[in-house]
């Protein structure tokens, strides 16, 4: 018979812990029950926690996968999406989608620049962007809805989130400014660099 | 969907709102560039070895109190109104053996460090990210209060009683948990680094900043405590085709980030402490996702769900952002989440100035995401010859080793590198060698994952700079 080695050390533990409240207490009866209590471990299953509602996880589970499953209703166009982004976006992200000159930019540089940057990816100064490198439009979309603008994200409604989706997706030349997008078009947008995209070949073996 | 975008009232306040932004985004780095080597000159032990560390005259300068500096630092320490931060001002008796000392209690029970103590956090112009000092570091915990920090969209303050962690998705049984709920279940503490995969990335084709803590300082260990997600997962049961878990912070930037169920069966963590007190709100409180070895964004902080499903989301974290641009193909590795082997010299390093010729104990710190550092190896003449350097015990795997050489400087120029070796046999590569399998980058994304080794080059006047040698 196998008995694993933690199994013989716990009984080695309980064993130790009888002989000595047996030593000290005279008798069997107090050393039982501590000797149990020692070998139960952990269980699995712990009652800790609530059941979560539906209507609990649906208010925050909004995230919107690349089929575009739970995309809300609404929908918006380009000409929408323009005087949702020259109200909102424009300030940080600039008229022309590409930035506002003097303004820092974040760390890892392009990520208030939009569009352009096609062609690039394959040399030393790749301009990053929605355009040239994101490869799923829903993105765009989740990301707008959860944390743009920044300084009061979830403030747009999702009529003005599809509009300025559109309008984003247009002035980058990946879609026509008649296309409405809505839960039903935004997912079927072809990115760019949607096969732009490999998995991670580490550890790398250098020469 | 006009009505109530087209409010005239809204818009005014919004465009006020963003104004207000912008004048804080827009501090042109210049400036605060300028500002902070300013600060550093009118450090007072700039001819110290730990030049680096700026004074009280410093702190001050930076706090806007330039034209007080020249004055104040005549006057005793006593007469200074403000502390370093972390410290209390307290007068300095001629003696302390000759009078009592303060009465405890006066702290309100949590203490402070010394008023002479002042490494900080550095802080970068666009306030997105702050810096270890390493070069002021020593062992390898590094304090909460000095942890790096990366934020998107700044610091929630979340109070607890009102935060729910919700697990739910390809699960049998959703749930939603309390931080109390979570603190009764069986609990593990471990000593992990955490590091941003931006660490060093624009250091990768040209020495650029002066410090360790600029090039090195997203980068820190702490003990960590919380419940095993695996523990979690057995609670709501997993479907069949559960294969990924969408990870999500209570932040503004309701960060989200997916993360193989492997990984999440195997160490991840749900941590609620920190260094044996509640982690701190720039860490996550009251609760955080902690992903061993992984690059420090996918440990989503202010964690507030957890939702199972059969594909990643391909979020704007994980496309857009810490993505690897392999610039000589065009193609971007994705789900790039381990931090390989990495070293670096915290002393002497950048901005250092070492008084003369003489015995120094090189040290620093290796970490790797894979496991325990296997090895050390120190040049002091720019990498043609390599020696071990001691390790000091216990080597935790996917922790911080800090390691220390003995070095008799001869007063000639030096450069002096640190390369690590973990327990699969990986070594920490060369720029050159990182650029020759993925490119080079002058420009754009980040070069993330940058784990080249550092060198610091000692001048015979015994200043230690920055450099790429050649």
């Given at each position: ?22 030593f ?10 501590i ?17 979560a ?22 929908r ?8 949702v982004?020259?109200a909102?976006?424009?300030?940080c ?35 990053v962007t ?23 994200p979830?403030?747009?409604s ?50 | ?43 007072e ?27 104040t ?19 300095v008796?001629?003696?302390?053996t ?21 490494d900080v ?7 997105t ?13 590094t ?19 009102r ?8 699960v ?19 000593t ?18 002066p410090?360790?803590?600029r ?73 955080r ?9 996918i ?38 989440f ?56 216990l ?15 001869d007063g ?6 640190s ?27 980040l ?24």
């Open positions: 018979m196998c008995i694993p080695r933690d199994t013989l050390t716990r009984w080695g533990q309980v064993l130790s812990k009888t002989i000595a409240v047996a000290f207490a005279g008798g069997l009866a107090f050393a039982v029950p000797g149990l209590a020692h070998a139960q471990g952990y269980p699995s299953k712990y009652d800790f926690g609530m059941r509602s539906e209507p609990e996880i649906a208010a925050v589970a909004t995230a919107i996968p690349t089929d575009g499953k739970g995309l809300p209703p609404g918006g166009d380009y000409a929408a999406g323009k005087s982004y020259e909102t976006c424009a300030a992200h600039g008229a022309d989608l590409k930035g506002v000159a003097g303004l820092p930019d974040m760390p890892s540089g392009g990520a208030l620049r939009l569009i352009g940057g096609r062609g690039t990816l394959a040399s030393a100064n790749p301009v929605v355009e040239s490198y994101w490869p799923y439009a829903t993105t765009l979309f989740d990301y707008i809805r959860r944390a743009m603008p920044f300084s009061a979830g403030s747009l999702n009529d003005e989130v599809y509009a300025v989706t559109a309008y984003i997706l247009a002035e980058g030349n990946i879609i026509e400014k008649a296309t409405v997008i809505d839960a039903e078009t935004l997912p079927k947008v072809q990115m760019p660099n949607r096969d732009g995209f490999v998995p991670d070949p580490r550890p790398e073996l250098f020469k | 969907m006009t009505g109530r975008f087209m409010n005239p009232e809204r818009v005014a306040a919004q465009a006020q709102a963003f104004a207000e932004a912008l004048s804080r985004l827009g501090e042109p780095i210049t400036e605060a560039e300028a500002r902070e080597i300013a600060a550093r000159h009118q450090c032990c700039r001819e110290g070895m730990f030049a680096l560390a700026p004074t009280r005259r410093g702190l001050l300068g930076s706090a806007g109190l330039i034209a007080a500096v020249g004055a630092a005549m006057l005793p320490r006593a007469s200074l109104a403000k502390a370093p931060p972390g410290a209390v001002e307290y007068q008796p001629e003696d302390p000759k009078e009592p000392g303060r009465l405890m209690g006066g702290d309100e029970g949590y203490g402070s460090r010394s008023q002479f103590e002042t956090r550095w802080v970068n112009p666009t306030r990210a702050s810096f270890t000092p390493l070069q002021a570091s020593y062992g390898t915990i304090p909460s209060g000095l942890h790096y920090e990366r934020h998107h969209a700044g610091i929630p303050n979340i109070d607890p009683a935060h729910r962690l919700i697990i739910h998705g390809m049998d049984r959703p749930i939603k948990y309390s931080l109390a709920d979570l603190k009764r279940f069986p609990t593990v503490s471990r992990y680094f955490l590091e941003c995969s931006g660490t060093t990335g624009s250091e990768i084709m040209k020495a650029r900043e410090t360790v803590q090039t090195h300082g997203l980068v820190s260990t702490s003990e960590w405590t919380g419940v095993p997600l695996s523990t979690l997962l057995k609670q709501t049961g997993l479907k069949p085709s559960a294969a990924w878990v969408l990870a999500e912070g209570s932040d503004a930037a309701v960060m989200t980030r997916s993360v193989p169920i492997d990984k999440c069966l195997s160490d991840a963590l749900i941590v609620f402490a920190q260094n044996g007190e509640a982690i701190r709100p720039e860490q996550g409180y009251p609760m996702l902690f992903l061993p070895g992984w690059e420090g964004n440990s989503i902080k202010w964690l507030r769900r957890l939702e199972v499903s059969e594909k990643p989301f391909y979020t704007r974290e994980e496309t857009s952002k810490y993505t690897d641009l392999i610039t000589t193909t065009g193609k971007a590795r994705i789900f790039t381990t931090m390989e082997a990495k070293s670096v010299i915290t002393f002497p390093s950048g901005e250092m100035n070492l008084p003369g010729p003489g015995f120094y104990e090189i040290t620093g710190l290796a970490w790797s995401g894979r496991g325990k550092i296997a090895r050390v190896e120190i040049s002091t003449d720019g990498g043609k010859n390599w020696s071990l350097a001691v390790l000091q015990d080597v935790l795997p996917i922790s911080q080793t800090r390691f220390r050489f003995p070095w008799i400087w000639t120029p030096a450069v002096i590198q390369r690590a070796t973990d327990e699969t046999g990986y070594a920490q590569p060369t720029h050159q060698q990182l650029i020759d399998e993925r490119g080079p980058l002058e420009s754009g994304p070069f993330y994952h940058m784990n080249g080794i550092q060198s610091w080059a000692i001048a015979a006047d015994g200043s230690v700079k920055n450099v790429h040698p050649t």
